[in-house]
């Protein structure tokens, strides 16, 4: 499949996908700018050469790792919507037309270190989420982050590889500075790979992208402070060894506490992605792609009169050309009865039941459900429909109704461990959640007063939902241990440390216990201490002796 040459632009894939325009291509694939038939919303088609992949055992396995990548649903991370296989595989994803980071590095225009992190710590959050899930993207460069117009930032092509796999090509492969030490002499793909790429990511932005004269002041002086932070963080993560390099969810929340110093960073210089120079007219009706590999009934008929024609004598042919000629003439006379199409308006459904819309209009139209999310609305109720109520629709045709399975889902933000309950607090409005109950729990390295985290193991809530956090109360309380009276100095000192206190010795006369034995412990076997609190041990130096 040549990249200069785009076969199926016009077409119509699974009579719901018509390619609109050639969006790229690699060894595998044609990339297509499409319109969703049914839905009327525009989104991005890429078409495999089925003549490369082909066979049961792809077929198998491509849907079941198209069934994986699928469940994967992240802020961060374009959104597979469909797919299919047989004769020409494809897969559909959302359509963002703010462009990739690629050309945004090329544009004459500069970022501030504010707009830098925001970049760097949605790279990261994406790739974290797919880390703690056991997938790599394997991939990454700037051509696979993309933006919508409003400057928000997605992953492409996350578990891509794994369908590339299927075939011995190297499209889906990151290249360049991009690609680890370790890709390069063939090693197993692994996290590591991802955080590496990231770094060459980050590293590349600083280059080309922070003005080389900037503004002085206190603000200046902030930002060079956050960026040498910054460097400091990736450095390892360019290590050549993946063993020295962190994790993507460690150098996340180095990058979101820096973040949280900046200021708000300025709209990203999105632009538009579409080239309309590339927008071509097709002619004539478009043609549909057959996604079930069963052969169309009219090219099953053409077939048969190039065989006739080629087979039989000329008078047989000629014959049996009338009796076709005169078997379609009976076929137009018999059916020559006006066809009535019955036409009735579409419905305003907000408010109705799925249960309701069916039971009425179940019988006249072909009903499909969607489903969405929605700021505003409650699971299960019904949105609006395609076409919109008020236009009229012919029975036996397709209505989409859009059912709500609630507020749209929040990322619950990383990096409030160590914040104030106002700071963290204030960090939740901002990512459109509340804050929830507060909870006390012990922690050994967080201070008092101060969050130890989120109080929930889910990574995402509607929106407005409330979020309960975990304040720190300090180490846990140490119990002094017992049974030390009358034990050598020696060992009650270990059992308290052991224990994470302090022992402090003091020499006292006993009439009756002898030289090194313990007296007492104040505080006394049994209490609680805070963390590093001080035992003081008394020991026994023997009888006085009276001179």
Do not use: C
Not at 331 to 341: A, K, L, P, R
Not at 449 to 474: F, K, N, R, Y
Request: aromatic fraction near 6%.
């Amino acid at each position: 499949m040549e990249s200069s040459t785009y076969l199926h632009a016009g077409k119509v894939i699974n009579n719901r996908y018509r390619l609109i325009t050639p969006f790229g291509s690699g060894t595998l694939t044609q990339i297509y700018l499409a319109d969703d038939i049914r839905v009327r919303k525009q989104t991005i088609v890429k078409v495999f050469d089925g003549t490369k992949l082909s066979g049961e055992d792809f077929q198998k396995n491509f849907q079941i790792r198209l069934q994986d990548l699928a469940r994967t649903s992240h802020p961060n991370l374009i959104k597979i919507l469909d797919w299919g296989s047989g004769e020409s595989p494809y897969i559909v994803t959302e359509f963002l037309a703010g462009g990739d980071l690629r050309a945004m590095l090329q544009r004459d225009s500069s970022l501030s270190v504010a707009q830098i992190t925001m970049i760097i710590m949605e790279v990261l959050e994406g790739i974290s989420y797919l880390h703690e899930r056991g997938k790599v993207h394997g991939s990454l460069k700037p051509e696979n982050i993309i933006f919508n117009l409003a400057g928000d930032l997605k992953i492409s092509d996350a578990g891509m590889r794994n369908i590339s796999s299927l075939h011995s090509s190297e499209e889906y492969f990151a290249a360049g500075p991009y690609l680890s030490p370790e890709l390069t002499s063939g090693e197993p793909l692994s996290p590591a790979d991802d955080v590496y790429a990231i770094a060459a990511i980050f590293k590349e932005l600083v280059d080309t992208k922070l003005p080389k004269n900037g503004s002085t002041g206190e603000a200046q002086e902030k930002d060079s402070e956050t960026l040498q932070q910054l460097q400091a963080a990736f450095t390892s993560a360019r290590s050549a060894r993946p063993s020295e390099r962190p994790s993507a969810s460690s150098l996340l929340k180095i990058v979101s506490d820096l973040n949280i110093r900046n200021a708000k960073p300025a709209l990203l210089p999105v632009e538009s992605s579409l080239n309309l120079n590339l927008f071509k007219t097709f002619d004539g009706e478009p043609e549909v792609i057959d996604t079930d590999g069963k052969p169309n009934l009219k090219d099953r008929f053409s077939k048969g009169i190039l065989y006739l024609k080629s087979h039989l004598r000329r008078w047989l042919w000629l014959l049996v050309m009338s009796a076709l000629v005169v078997g379609i003439a009976l076929m137009i006379n018999s059916g020559n009865e006006e066809e009535v199409i019955r036409l009735q308006a579409v419905p305003e459904v907000a408010g109705l039941q799925t249960a309701d819309l069916i039971n009425q209009f179940g019988d006249y139209w072909d009903l499909e459900e969607a489903l969405t999310r929605e700021d505003g609305t409650q699971n299960g109720e019904i949105l609006r429909t395609i076409p919109a109520a008020g236009v009229e629709l012919a029975e036996g045709e397709v209505l989409t109704y859009f059912v709500s399975l609630g507020p749209e889902l929040r990322a619950i933000p990383l990096g409030l461990t160590g914040l104030t309950i106002d700071e963290a607090e204030s960090i939740l409005l901002e990512s459109r959640l509340r804050l929830g109950k507060t909870s006390e729990a012990p922690d050994e390295k967080i201070a008092i007063g101060l969050v130890i985290g989120p109080a929930t193991l889910v990574t995402e809530l509607p929106t407005g939902s409330e979020v309960d956090i975990q304040i720190s109360s300090g180490p846990e309380l140490r119990t002094v241990p017992e049974a030390l009276l009358g034990r050598a100095y020696e060992t009650a000192e270990t059992a308290i440390v052991l224990e994470g206190l302090e022992a402090k010795r003091t020499d006292v006369f006993h009439p009756t216990i002898g030289n090194g034995t313990v007296i007492r412990l104040e505080p006394a076997s049994g209490s609680q201490v805070s963390a590093g609190g001080v035992i003081e041990i008394f020991v026994s130096k023997g009888t006085e002796t009276i001179e």
